[in-house]
């Protein structure tokens, strides 16, 4: 039987609660009303989300419930819900009013979802679309979302609108990004920002000028792509006739004969420049879905900056070539030669036949072939596509301090400095956040940044090593157990050697008229430990003192026990104050090697802030995603629930962490917690699962117990 | 037709495998052997170092003899064994004491693969002692001037564990081998599979594609081996997309994204 729907008062009464109409004087009555008209399942579903959005802000959960039921109207549940979630994005990244805008703007959604059901979304398509890019030849091209809907290249990235919903199929529109980025590749490959575009453009009237170029240059990429792509092409043809593109395209009969120069094989931007005085106005052709826009200011911005990096990285190779060929020739190999602008390299091509690119390109010093590395392959690839050849001056060689790199390299943010600034995000990794009342993630909430310990060389580690000197030594002898070693297995049936006994056995079997086993031999199986673990300590402001010394002490005798076993491993500290300012402090990554630096950056590690768990063990989940292991294991020592200075304490926090360690989970991650918070029995099964955690209710007992912890959770 | 039996020692190729040379590594090898030097031979997977070998057999008419190394192939797998026979046990040789005792050639494929300790029982071959001791039986195997022993090794895999030693690699010639150039890998592959030229020169281009893809989404490019597995596929009737998407795509990743990206790049060519 049907359960019967809430009646007014039991609305009132929830939505007053939500609404928390005490403070925010907000009027539940208008809501309720219509509610009450609906059925039950549609009540409960309005008021989940109602309950779930007051969690954000109760005003906008009340303009919710106003135009819930229109919602309802308009879309299916799993896309109002999306609708309601969208506001509450808004409102974390943009606040009240933009949030309500979306509520308010109702139909603006409907329609958008509308686009979004058919529509292509880059976001989505991105991730085909760049392998294709990349698989084209040439230059390594990015792709973008540009900002004004319109597709385009800077000659480095390929900016496409972030929606295309110009066709009826998703298939189709997706189709169109596809030709956009190879019609945009084919622009810069095939060389039309070679095009003198100074000269064609100084005259009275430059905006037709540029129509011309564009006309010209379209037929002539198109057979490239026709030559190039026929398959692409094809399907080109088809969303013209499908966008009614195709009608428009026609050419005017006495062009004839330029369509056909422009379409042979060795056609080039020659031929377009030829032919720019012979066209008239009328017949310049709109551009097709696919064309995208000429920005040339972008262009000539991003082409002139590029050009002079990469001469400059060229004649540096160059120089280095020079010098390394200099050093093989000659017998001293100490002194390092030196090289200027006067050692001059020259190009052959191996087969003249074919187009010039790096594959068919030699270097050439005084006579001798110059073997060309990967990376200068890619700057040869480079430098033809925007030349069309190697200028000569780019040969020279680069003298000694010629050129300071500094300059050409990509300003990369100091951590430490960025707090300075008044945007703080720059130069940090985001992490979205749990919110177990939304039942939903705040996006890009944390803002997690790296930062570097610097070492501090006491004697702490000295110390810490000759007061568990006893410990050590037993800890040593059971993790050398523990390595890896070959272990004989006996009875096998393949194997290096007869296993005697097994063969005795079977042997008096055979006598005494039983069947013979064939498992007779002895094999070697070497047992490979696979594994990599992560610790992540708590570095906030509650271990100060003896906690934070038995932490160091018990990362001092882990790194020299898991050394035994060869284990890979990296300790992380972390800490911060509210989700601005997450910070995470390397203190072993993967790669490094245990050795006096690390000891020393051990020792310096100091209570801190706050506990904010979930964005590190995000954070932890990216790091080991990255690397390959059999077994991968996050240890967190810690000394007390995940608390922060804002809302992230309670539940609140409990969740978030639970959450972040599911996504850990999934990816293959197994989460222990090692904890000295005696109440810690209380939540950590919830976050960790039963199984998952140690408390330790000694505090001194803790460098032993992580690695007696860490030996169980191994083996 | 019932399929022959043979014994590998007395298995010699009879009809020319084809190959075609890129450089000059038939007189290299051929060198090698006289000399009676091992040789290495170094390249990404499907570029033709089998069928180089299998073209040198016959060249050299003797029979060859491959082992195809993985993480378990032990020292007694390629020195041999003894078995148990009737209540007795019987010493059994194992490929590479058979290549020795019958002066063949053994091409140990992909022999970074082997465990670490399988790779040193071929050292006292690999140098100018030329013999094989087998400690179980108690006896020296001295090699023939006509054996003759050939290793693989793909340096691409670049994993450190995966590495030879130099210990190992310093015993051979080395010959390197990478994927042919465009026209003639187009030719190899119509001389193959008799496809037309157009179609092959396309394949071609699908390959040199999805090498550049190397290193961003994919470990590996499209090898020679798979242009000849779609070319024949196509020639059989299959559409180029269709073969493509089966010999080359699937079998280089399993990515859902990237075969999509594939998908799209050989749509685009054919």
Same mark, same amino acid.
Request: charged share 25%; aromatic share 6%; with cysteine.
């Given at each position: 039987m049907p359960r019967p729907a809430l009646t007014f008062e039991e609305i009132i009464e929830r939505l007053d609660v939500y609404f928390d109409v005490e403070f925010t004087f907000i009027k539940s009555e208008q809501a309720a009303e219509l509610i009450v008209q609906q059925t039950r399942t549609t009540q409960d579903f309005i008021l989940d989300l109602s309950k779930r959005i007051a969690a954000t802000n109760e005003e906008l959960s009340f303009q919710f419930t106003l135009n819930a039921i229109r919602a309802l109207d308009a879309m299916d549940r799993h896309m109002v819900e999306a609708w309601a979630m969208t506001a509450t994005d808004n409102y974390d990244r943009k606040g009240l009013t933009?949030?309500?805008?979306?509520?308010?703007?109702?139909?603006?959604?409907?329609?958008?979802?509308?686009?979004?059901?058919?529509?292509?979304?880059?976001?989505?398509?991105?991730?085909?679309?760049?392998?294709?890019?990349?698989?084209?030849?040439?230059?390594?091209?990015?792709?973008?979302?540009?900002?004004?809907?319109?597709?385009?290249?800077?000659?480095?990235?390929?900016?496409?609108?972030?929606?295309?919903?110009?066709?009826?199929?998703?298939?189709?529109?997706?189709?169109?990004?596809?030709?956009?980025?190879?019609?945009?590749w084919a622009q810069i490959q095939f060389g039309t920002f070679r095009l003198p575009f100074e000269e064609?453009?100084?005259?009275?009237?430059?905006?037709?000028?540029?129509?011309?170029?564009?006309?010209?240059?379209?037929?002539?990429?198109?057979?490239?792509i026709k030559r190039e792509l026929p398959g692409l092409y094809r399907d080109m043809q088809m969303l013209k006739k499908k966008t009614g593109d195709d009608q428009e395209h026609s050419y005017p009969d006495n062009w004839q004969h330029i369509t056909e120069r422009l379409s042979a094989d060795d056609a080039g931007i020659e031929d377009t420049l030829n032919f720019m005085a012979s066209i008239d106005e009328e017949a310049y052709v709109a551009p097709c879905c696919y064309h995208g826009t000429l920005k040339l200011d972008q262009v000539t911005v991003v082409m002139s900056k590029r050009i002079e990096k990469e001469k400059a990285y060229f004649r540096i190779a160059l120089s280095e070539l020079a010098k390394e060929s200099l050093k093989k020739n000659s017998d001293e190999t100490d002194i390092e030669p030196e090289v200027d602008a006067s050692t001059i390299f020259n190009i052959k091509t191996k087969d003249e036949q074919q187009q010039i690119n790096s594959g068919t390109i030699e270097l050439e010093l005084e006579g001798e072939l110059m073997p060309i590395p990967d990376h200068v392959k890619e700057l040869i690839t480079s430098i033809i596509v925007d030349f069309g050849e190697i200028p000569p001056e780019h040969l020279h060689a680069a003298g000694p301090g010629e050129y300071d790199l500094k300059k050409y390299e990509d300003e990369m943010p100091n951590p430490d400095d960025v707090w300075q600034g008044t945007y703080h995000v720059e130069g940090a990794e985001l992490y979205n956040e749990w919110n177990f009342k939304r039942q939903h993630y705040h996006k890009n909430w944390c803002v997690l940044r790296e930062l570097e310990i610097e070492p501090e060389y006491d004697d702490f580690v000295d110390r810490a090593l000759d007061k568990h000197k006893g410990l050590l030594k037993s800890l040593r002898h059971t993790f050398e157990i523990l390595r890896g070693e070959d272990k004989l297995l006996k009875k096998q049936v393949h194997g290096d050697d007869v296993d005697i006994d097994a063969l005795v056995e079977a042997y008096a079997d055979v006598k005494s008229g039983m069947e013979m086993t064939d498992r007779l031999f002895t094999k070697m199986h070497k047992e490979e430990r696979n594994v990599a673990v992560i610790f992540m300590v708590d570095m906030s402001g509650s271990t100060k003192g003896w906690i934070n010394e038995a932490e160091r002490e018990s990362l001092i005798l882990l790194c020299e026990v898991i050394q035994i076993l060869g284990d890979r491993f990296a300790i992380y500290g972390f800490s911060g104050m509210t989700r601005t300012r997450c910070e995470l402090f390397k203190i072993k990554a993967f790669d490094e090697e245990y050795d006096d630096e690390i000891k020393g950056r051990i020792s310096n590690i100091q209570p801190k802030d706050y506990t904010r768990m979930g964005v590190f063990?995000?954070?932890?989940?990216?790091?080991?995603?990255?690397?390959?292991?059999?077994?991968?294991?996050?240890?967190?020592?810690?000394?007390?629930?995940?608390?922060?200075?804002?809302?992230?304490?309670?539940?609140?926090?409990?969740?978030?962490?639970?959450?972040?360690?599911?996504?850990?989970?999934?990816?293959?991650?197994?989460?222990?917690?090692?904890?000295?918070?005696?109440?810690?029995?209380?939540?950590?099964?919830?976050?960790?699962g039963a199984a998952n955690y140690s408390v330790i209710d000694d505090v001194a007992q803790l460098p032993r117990k992580v690695s007696d912890i860490y030996r169980r959770l191994t083996t | 037709m019932q399929s022959k039996a043979l014994k590998p020692e007395e298995y010699f190729i009879e009809d020319e495998p084809y190959y075609q040379s890129i450089g000059d590594e038939i007189a290299i090898f051929e060198a090698a052997y006289n000399q009676s030097l091992p040789v290495l031979l170094k390249g990404p997977t499907g570029c033709g170092k089998t069928r180089f070998m299998e073209h040198m057999a016959w060249r050299l008419k003797r029979p060859l003899i491959?082992?195809?190394?993985?993480?378990?192939?032990?020292?007694?797998?390629?020195?041999?064994?003894?078995?148990?026979?009737?209540?007795?046990?019987?010493? %059994?040789?194992? *490929? $590479? #004491?058979?290549?020795? !005792?019958?002066?063949?050639?053994?091409?140990?494929? /992909? +022999?970074? =693969? &082997?465990?670490?300790?399988?790779?040193? %029982?071929?050292? *006292? $071959? #690999?140098?100018?002692? !030329?013999?094989?001791?087998?400690?179980?039986?108690? /006896? +020296?195997? =001295? &090699?023939?001037?006509?054996?003759?022993?050939?290793?693989?090794?793909?340096?691409?895999?670049?994993?450190?564990?995966?590495?030879?030693?130099?210990?190992?690699?310093?015993?051979?010639?080395?010959?390197?081998?990478?994927?042919?150039?465009?026209?003639?890998?187009?030719?190899?592959?119509?001389?193959?599979?008799?496809?037309?030229?157009?179609?092959?020169?396309?394949?071609?281009?699908?390959?040199?594609?999805?090498?550049?893809?190397?290193?961003?989404?994919?470990?590996?490019?499209?090898?020679?081996?798979?242009?000849?597995?779609?070319?024949?596929?196509?020639?059989?009737?299959?559409?180029?997309?269709?073969?493509?998407?089966?010999?080359?795509?699937?079998?280089?990743?399993?990515?859902?994204?990237?075969?999509?990206?594939?998908?799209?790049?050989?749509?685009?060519?054919?």
């Open positions: 933009p949030a309500m805008t979306v509520i308010r703007d109702l139909d603006n959604y409907v329609h958008n979802a509308h686009i979004n059901a058919c529509g292509a979304i880059l976001e989505e398509e991105i991730s085909v679309l760049l392998p294709f890019l990349q698989g084209l030849s040439g230059r390594k091209l990015k792709i973008a979302e540009s900002e004004d809907n319109t597709a385009y290249t800077d000659t480095e990235t390929i900016y496409l609108p972030a929606i295309t919903a110009l066709l009826e199929e998703s298939k189709d529109n997706f189709l169109i990004y596809k030709a956009s980025v190879a019609f945009l064609i453009l100084e005259c009275d009237d430059p905006d037709s000028q540029l129509k011309k170029v564009t006309t010209l240059e379209t037929i002539r990429l198109e057979a490239c063990i995000r954070h932890m989940t990216r790091l080991f995603n990255e690397i390959e292991a059999s077994t991968k294991l996050l240890i967190t020592i810690s000394d007390g629930k995940p608390d922060d200075y804002d809302t992230y304490r309670g539940e609140y926090g409990v969740e978030d962490t639970r959450q972040a360690l599911y996504e850990a989970h999934r990816d293959g991650i197994h989460p222990y917690c090692i904890t000295i918070d005696e109440e810690a029995r209380e939540y950590l099964p919830h976050m960790y | 491959t082992v195809s190394c993985h993480d378990d192939l032990t020292a007694s797998d390629l020195v041999g064994r003894f078995l148990i026979s009737g209540g007795e046990t019987v010493w %059994v040789d194992g *490929p $590479l #004491a058979r290549s020795v !005792r019958n002066g063949a050639i053994c091409y140990l494929d /992909e +022999i970074v =693969e &082997a465990r670490k300790d399988t790779t040193v %029982v071929i050292h *006292p $071959l #690999a140098d100018d002692r !030329r013999v094989l001791p087998m400690e179980k039986v108690g /006896e +020296i195997i =001295e &090699a023939t001037a006509e054996f003759c022993l050939a290793i693989s090794y793909n340096p691409g895999y670049q994993s450190v564990m995966k590495d030879l030693k130099q210990s190992t690699r310093q015993r051979f010639v080395a010959l390197e081998f990478d994927y042919p150039d465009a026209a003639l890998e187009s030719e190899i592959i119509v001389k193959e599979t008799g496809i037309d030229a157009a179609t092959a020169n396309l394949l071609v281009k699908f390959a040199h594609m999805t090498r550049d893809l190397k290193g961003s989404g994919l470990d590996e490019g499209a090898s020679t081996r798979l242009l000849v597995h779609a070319a024949k596929l196509i020639h059989e009737g299959i559409s180029p997309v269709v073969a493509c998407e089966t010999a080359i795509s699937q079998a280089i990743t399993d990515d859902a994204d990237m075969m999509v990206a594939m998908h799209e790049l050989s749509s685009s060519l054919f």
